[in-house]
């Protein structure tokens, strides 16, 4: 079972580069979302989706943009990287109804130097 | 705002104790609780959700309980050992299609 996939796990990233964070899951959940993780700040919302071509900001969307085409994938790309932008991200996944049990992915590792 | 705390943030107990972890949450009308595991470096694991409906949840030596009325929840851990260290989330669904999560208690079993 390979649950929640990220890649890359480890990147660096100069200022002003842009890249894409990959997320796919297995699970036919309808629920996926991308979180951020500093020291001292716990997890924090960046985007979710609640479904194939919807999607919606979470608590820090700024310099993030995602899109939902398809269950199983759930991009998320930096547009402009910045040093504030360093930090280990998270995908998960949920089904929307019933028992939402989350499941995370292992992480994604960003440096922006 | 609907806010999740854990404390203490540090937690060291010898091994084979038994031990409470701690999460508050600000708003009752939650939609479920659940509790992770965060190994250094790695991503969160699982270990129990609880739904609104529910007051407790047990897997293996884990025993999770809720109580909304008074906002809080603990996660119970019976006859630790060294591999339970870890740093533990609890994340709370206040049934507006996110998780808030508290910053985590981290633990350390003593050999």
């Known amino acids: 079972n390979a649950g929640v996939t990220q890649t890359p796990k480890f990147q660096v990233l100069k200022t002003g580069q842009s890249m894409t964070l990959q997320c796919a899951q297995d699970?036919?959940?309808?629920?996926m979302s991308w979180y951020r993780q500093d020291p001292g700040m716990g997890l924090r919302l960046i985007h979710y989706?609640?479904?194939?071509?919807?999607?919606d900001q979470g608590e820090v969307p700024n310099g993030y943009n995602v899109s939902r085409s398809t269950t199983e994938d759930f991009p998320l790309r930096l547009l402009s990287a910045a040093p504030s932008q360093t930090s280990v991200y998270f995908c998960a996944s949920s089904r929307l109804t019933g028992v939402t049990e989350a499941f995370f992915g292992q992480g994604t590792r960003l440096t922006v130097v | 705002k609907q806010e999740v705390t854990q404390i203490p943030a540090a937690l060291s107990v010898p091994e084979g104790e038994n031990l409470v972890l701690n999460c508050s949450f600000t708003d009752s009308a939650i939609y479920n609780l659940q509790w992770f595991r965060q190994d250094p470096g790695k991503g969160l694991t699982s270990l129990l959700l609880i739904q609104s409906s529910q007051r407790e949840q047990t897997s293996g030596r884990l025993n999770a309980s809720l109580d909304k009325s008074s906002g809080r929840s603990t996660l119970y851990i019976a006859a630790s050992q060294p591999g339970d260290s870890a740093t533990y989330l609890c994340?709370?669904?206040?049934?507006?299609?996110?998780?808030?999560f508290g910053t985590g208690t981290r633990l350390t079993i003593i050999p």
């Open positions: 989706s609640v479904g194939a071509g919807i999607t």
């Open positions: 994340a709370v669904d206040f049934g507006n299609e996110k998780l808030t």
């Open positions: 699970m036919n959940h309808e629920y």
